[in-house]
């Protein structure tokens, strides 16, 4: 359904930094740079079929985060999850929500994690249990 999802940085640098840090934990190898025509830095990962990437906006004004949004990462256990968690936040992120572990609703037992990126996007980490 998706192609990619790309979010905006006011910290190139740093963001690249972050994304290395806890893209890592799932398996992904660091993000590959690259320069747009204009001049603008991005950064690309590509893990299980799935690409994620980050940007300086190219119309220059500054990167800003979307109320209600929230970018889902899947994860292969609870250990994981917690291993994305904990290095997004050694790495400058902060836990939001509850602590990483199961929650049991409608959708079954799902283990999740949420973390606010170094720009202010919401992370999840995401395992179905069962």
Same mark, same amino acid.
Not at 61 to 80: H, K, R, V, Y
Not at 100 to 106: I, Q, S, V
């Given at each position: ?26 398996? %992904? #190898?660091?993000?590959? !740079? ?8 991005? &950064?690309?990962?590509?893990? $299980?079929? =799935? ?5 300086q906006p190219i119309n220059d004004e ?28 050694? %790495? #400058?992120?902060?836990? !939001? ?8 609703? &409608?959708?079954?037992?799902? $283990?999740? =994690? ?17």
């Amino acid at each position: 359904m998706f192609s990619h999802v790309m979010v905006g940085t006011n910290d190139f640098d740093r963001a690249k930094a972050f994304y290395d840090a806890v893209l890592a934990t799932l398996g %992904a #190898g660091p993000g590959n !740079i690259n320069e747009a025509s204009t001049g603008h830095k991005r &950064a690309f990962w590509f893990h $299980n079929g =799935g690409i994620f990437a980050i940007s300086q906006p190219i119309n220059d004004e500054p990167a800003a985060c979307a109320n209600g949004a929230t970018i889902g990462f899947a994860c292969d256990s609870l250990e994981q999850v917690q291993a994305f968690h904990d290095a997004a936040v050694a %790495a #400058g992120g902060k836990s !939001i929500e509850d602590p990483p572990g199961p929650r049991t609703g &409608a959708m079954g037992t799902l $283990n999740l =994690g949420y973390v606010l990126d170094l720009d202010g996007h919401k992370l999840c980490m995401l395992h179905r249990a069962g």
